[in-house]
Structures are given as C-alpha cells and as structure tokens.
C-alpha cells in the first residue's frame, strides 16, 4: 500500500511528521527508532541568536493534555548549522527547519542562512510575539502575518510551510493570507493559549502564567480549523493539534490534511509515531485502501 504524500514538491515516505519543540534536533528518538521511519522532522525552532528560554517552572500537565511556556530555548542558527545540522545528513527522512523571529527582519535572515543549507523545508512559527507592534503574535493579523511571509519568500526557494496559531477569531482569513503572500503549505494549530493556578501557593502553575495548551484537549479544536482551512485553500496543509492515536490521524486527512505532526503525546510514549504507523496500515488493509492519499480531504459534512 502506498503511504507516500507529497507536499510542495517534497515527498514524504509516510504522512507522519514529528512537531516542532518535541523532538530537539532528531537524535533524541534514535534510542527508541530510526528516524527513517518517520516521514519527516519538524526541528526545535530556531531564532537568530541562542536564547536560554523561559524561567521554570514552564511546562505542567494540564487534565487530557500539557501546558508550557519553554520559550523558544535553542542554541541559535549558528550552532544549528554547524553542529546539529551535520548529525541529520544522510538520514532518509523529510528535515524541517523550525523558524522563528521578533522582527520580519529576523524572519527574512532566518530564510536566507536557511537557504543556503541542505534543509528540505522551512517551517515559520508566526505565532511569536512582534516587538515593533507591542508584542502581538505575528499570527493574529492578516498584515503581519502576511508582510513576515513576502520577506521569507523573497529570500529563500526552498518549500515554505506557514505555521498558524489558533488564538485567533478567522483562522481562514489568515491562511488566505498567507497563501497569497507566497506560502507553499500550511500547518496549524499552533498551541492554545491557557493557564492553571496552584490553590494552595494561590499563584499561576507556570512562571510567566500562561502557557500554551497542547495535547487531546485541543484535538476537536485543531480538526475544525484544519477542515475550514484546507476548504480554503489551494495550497497542502499539515494538520497537528492533539493527535495521539491512528484514529486521529485519519479524521485529520478525512478533514483536509495532507500529513499530520504528532507532538505532546511524545512525552507519554515516544513510540507513538510508529504504533499510528502500524495502525494507519492495518486500517488501510481492512477497508481495501491501497493508497493513502485516496481518503484526504474526503470528509461528507451535513
């Protein structure tokens, strides 16, 4: 059977992919897999310089899912290419490089040192907050948005892939933006903003208070927007939120997702990529589909 999809011009071997701050930079899963088996990598986002993250604590489990405010801790994309980059060559897997800035000007030097590496594919995080414009998540206005894409584009030929956030009030109008500003694919959802407080101390969970939510608590929420924005839009989108088990996997595709990332559910099994594997096949098998693409975007709504 086939479980081969493509997205922007890049094959992936299957549709899975791990997310983004939840796989380092690959070579913490090798102890228990081969990252071959893995369809692709999103790598720990990357900023312009190293930034130590957040103070803990900044990360709590949450009722069906987890909070963290991590903070964007990464060693910068200097030390990226130098020494982490080397580690992943050769590895017959889908590399996604996570970017993220405080300026459109961060972004665009992000997809320029990008461009010239061997990455298959740029993944923007635009739900940082833009410091010029008092700290609103370049995610949340079709403009920033928008302007954060036009400077990626215009420095990079590679496959760039959007990653929306959800705290917004019209998912849509932002993926419609940034497909016109020259985004190759889509993937959302970014994580839920939420908060929880110690009764006892009366004081929030995490340090900086709020945090973002991921996990099967979001999963119905990120299963809406991927079905709004793969109606939309004309380019693949890469559907993550919540996923946690072969069954989820197939209601994103049904839904419009091309691929799926698995993230939170790491941190409770880290076989899970490849027992969905297992199960996404052994469906196919039971209802005689021989090619996984045949089911995307297949949904029948009312």
């Excluded at 940082?128 to 928008?146: E, H, L, W």
């Excluded at 049904?254 to 691929?259: M, R």
Aim: glycine share 10%.
């Amino acid at each position: 059977m086939n479980l081969e999809v493509k997205i922007a011009g890049v094959t992936f071997k299957n549709p899975i992919i791990l997310a983004s701050g939840c796989c380092g930079f690959g070579q913490e899963y090798d102890k228990f897999y081969p990252m071959e088996a893995l369809g692709g990598l999103s790598l720990k986002g990357l900023t312009p310089n190293e930034r130590q993250g957040n103070p803990p604590p900044r990360v709590a489990e949450t009722p069906s899912g987890m909070l963290n405010s991590v903070g964007l801790q990464n060693p910068g994309i200097d030390a990226f290419l130098e020494r982490e980059l080397p580690n992943l060559a050769g590895r017959d897997t889908v590399k996604i490089a996570n970017a993220a800035g405080a300026t459109v000007e961060e972004y665009a030097y992000m997809a320029q040192r990008l461009d010239a590496s061997p990455i298959d594919m740029i993944e923007a995080n635009i739900s940082c907050p833009n410091v010029k414009q008092g700290g609103a998540a370049f995610g949340t206005d079709c403009s920033m948005a928008a302007q954060v894409v036009t400077a990626m584009r215009k420095n990079t030929t590679k496959p760039l892939m959007v990653k929306l956030s959800p705290n917004v009030t019209d998912i849509v109008s932002i993926a419609k933006s940034v497909e016109d500003a020259g985004a190759d694919a889509i993937s959302l959802i970014n994580t839920l903003l939420g908060m929880r407080i110690d009764i006892s101390t009366r004081r929030p969970v995490l340090h900086q208070n709020v945090g973002g939510l991921s996990g099967p608590a979001v999963f119905p929420i990120a299963l809406r927007m991927v079905w709004q924005v793969a109606g939309a839009v004309k380019i693949p989108v890469v559907g993550l939120g919540g996923i946690a088990k072969w069954q989820d996997v197939i209601e994103m595709m049904i839904a419009g997702a091309k691929a799926v990332q698995i993230g939170a559910a790491l941190f409770g099994d880290p076989f899970t990529p490849v027992k969905i594997l297992e199960g996404i096949q052994q469906w196919m098998e039971q209802k005689g589909i021989s090619d996984i693409n045949d089911i995307i975007g297949s949904v029948q709504p009312y």
